[in-house]
């Protein structure tokens, strides 16, 4: 089972270049999360999806754009990468978000670095 | 807000040793989740408390959900090389569809 896939695990861009970030999930599963991770500050949620068509906002989605045409992917875009989006990059899927809530899946993260 | 936080930031014990972590609310929780992070890797979910005053072991492991659902306690008995890496605790927002993490413990243990 390959679970959660993210593509690329390494990237160096320069700033204002722009970039797709791609998570694919091969449990049916309905929600998708982005998050980013920064030393000492945790896992902070960018934006996520409830379902196929459907996105919303997260606690940091300022520079981000995201889009869930598929359910078994979630594409996160840098419009014009900035040094401050230096981070390592986690999506995760979850089956949906009850109160009963299933565990979040993670794949293995994109290492982003903005020059 | 609705965050948790979560003491001690950092905790270096000698193998052998018992680690606790809390993580604590200023509003009551509908629930909370543990995730376990080793060094390099990605975070892996270990357990979803939900009752008031819950208590659940894995192996080493014990889980504690406060009485009045605002704090939760992972304590790791005799402590391992291989309980190594940063331990996050997670709430859900109210409207199910989004998870707050911690900050997070890393947790360093010493052979």
């Known amino acids: 089972n390959a679970g959660v896939t993210q593509t690329p695990k390494f990237r160096v861009l320069k700033t204002g270049q722009s970039m797709t970030l791609l998570c694919a999930q091969d449990?049916?599963?309905?929600?998708m999360y982005w998050y980013r991770q920064d030393p000492g500050m945790g896992l902070r949620l960018i934006h996520y999806?409830?379902?196929?068509?459907?996105?919303a906002k997260g606690e940091v989605p300022d520079g981000y754009n995201v889009s869930r045409l598929k359910k078994q992917n979630f594409l996160l875009g840098l419009e014009s990468a900035a040094p401050s989006q230096t981070s390592v990059y986690f999506c995760?899927?979850?089956?949906?978000?009850?109160?009963?809530?299933?565990?979040?899946?993670f794949g293995d993260g994109t290492r982003l670095s903005i020059l | 807000g609705q965050q948790v936080m979560q003491i001690p930031q950092y905790q270096h014990v000698q193998e052998g040793e018992d680690f606790t972590t809390y993580c604590n609310s200023s509003?009551?929780?509908?629930?909370i989740q543990w995730y376990k992070q080793r060094p390099g890797g990605h975070p892996v979910f270990l357990i979803q408390?939900?009752?008031?005053?819950e208590v659940k072991k894995q192996k080493r492991l014990t889980f504690q959900f406060g009485e009045a659902k605002k704090n939760s306690s992972l304590h790791i008995t005799a402590t391992q090389t291989t309980d190594v890496g940063t331990y996050f605790c997670?709430?859900?927002?109210?409207?199910?569809?989004?998870?707050?993490f911690g900050p997070g413990t890393s947790l360093s243990v010493i052979p």
């Open positions: 995760a899927s979850s089956q949906t978000g009850t109160v009963s809530n299933q565990p979040q899946h």
């Open positions: 449990m049916n599963h309905e929600y």
């Open positions: 999806s409830v379902g196929e068509g459907t996105t």
């Open positions: 509003t009551t929780l509908s629930n």
């Open positions: 408390l939900v009752k008031s005053g």
């Open positions: 997670a709430r859900m927002k109210t409207s199910y569809d989004k998870v707050i």
